[in-house]
């Protein structure tokens, strides 16, 4: 035991007190006793460190995400220092050769100066766009395994809808990020937003002009996405996520059902040392990977595209794959503009507001509709295999069909090029895809789980033989 500080007579002071091996405390000793006895935090620490993390690789796609945001805002800070967000136009003067001498603005000239003359500007602007598609796509594969698997269920359902409101923010913080550069592909796809914005009834011109500063391309517009996209979004994302760890530290994990899993219990590795270092270890693994593809794999060249020119589209102009969806969902779109109460809802409303409204609408509330429907609101903290609930998962894949067709519909452009068809006869087959496509895989799906469901209750647990440790180290058989 090391010796303690004792108070001694006023004329003594504080003095140690020779216990027993009569080592006297470090400073750093002294530190943490002393931050304990106004905290407390020595008990709530053993006890954080002693929580138990269920071991399944499944489990390991939310802490992707994690880890994404933390690179992003690592190398988003890095970006900022050079970026300039003005659509003022300057004289582009630089080594790329083919730009030299044009008018660009001052927001498109900072990342050509970025990619060609900042020492590992490209790098960082590659690492932090891949990086950005791979935070979203972790997301969505989180939610996907949170979904098949019932881990939505009571009491979980908030964590559900902070969950899915990370999601829309990551793919806003997104949006506003590839949109900074001022290239022609980014103007495009915000021409196109801007349109769908104003094509919402009654207050889709408020609306749009809040947002853009005015009639597109408004001088504005640039300065506020970049505010969006520094401070707003990254402030509600950050957030977010503190309250879903908080909420995912206040519960007791989901697990997998298995030999000794219970509703009551978790079993796996505690948070240290076991899977801390599985973590630390997952967040170096995440930036080399995506340091690895950015080294190698170019995207986003905006040189390639040039500076955004009002009257110019940039053909074929393909957004990045979490809105590619979007893209599909309107160039399929019918041409539809009925007038009510004396407005026209232009033909862009339908396909870009209201079927999306319409699917995140049901995606955001399904643990309440789920619960409603199965009259099912207990506690539940052992997860389902996806066969042992035939229709969620049957919806569930019926409506990432919808989005599959939705993104392939987005590029009839290129698919028409690559399958020598005319674009007019993809646009009509995907409009028939989109419908038809999901239903088919949705009643497969159930079929499918049905049957799987079955064979699962018809087969006996495979016969095992139960050990037990004996005191000098052996094993000797006992009765099941």
Known sequence: MRERLTRQPADAGLVPEPTEGGEERTELERLVGWLDERTGAAAIARGALRKVFPDHWSFLLGEVALFCLVILVATGTFLTFFFTPDTTQVTYQ??????????????????????????????MRQVHHWTALIFVGSIVLHLCRIFFTGAFRRPREINWLVGFGLLLMAMGEGFTGYSLPDDLLSGTGLRIAYSVAMSIPFIGPYFAFLIFGGEFPAPAFLSRLFVFH?????ALLIGAVSIHLLIIWIQKHTQYPGPGRTEDNVVGAHLWPGQAFRSIGLLFLTGAVVTLIA??????????????????????AQPDWYIGWLEGALRIGPNFEPHILGITIPSPFWPGVLVPGILFTVLIFWPFIEAAVRHDHRQHDLLDLPWQAPVRTAIGAALLTVFAVLTLAGANDILAVFLSVRVESLTEAFRVLVVVAPIVVGLVTYRLCIERRDRGASVSPPAGTLLRRTPDGGFEEVEA
């Open 94 to 123: 630089g080594p790329y050769a083919p730009l030299d001498g044009q008018q660009v603005s001052a927001a498109f000239a900072s990342v050509m100066r970025l990619s060609f003359e900042v020492r590992a500007g490209l790098l």
């Open 230 to 234: 520094i401070m707003l979004l990254p």
């Open 295 to 316: 080294g190698f794999v170019q995207i986003n060249p905006v040189w390639a595209y040039g500076p955004f020119i009002p009257y110019t589209v940039s053909s074929p």
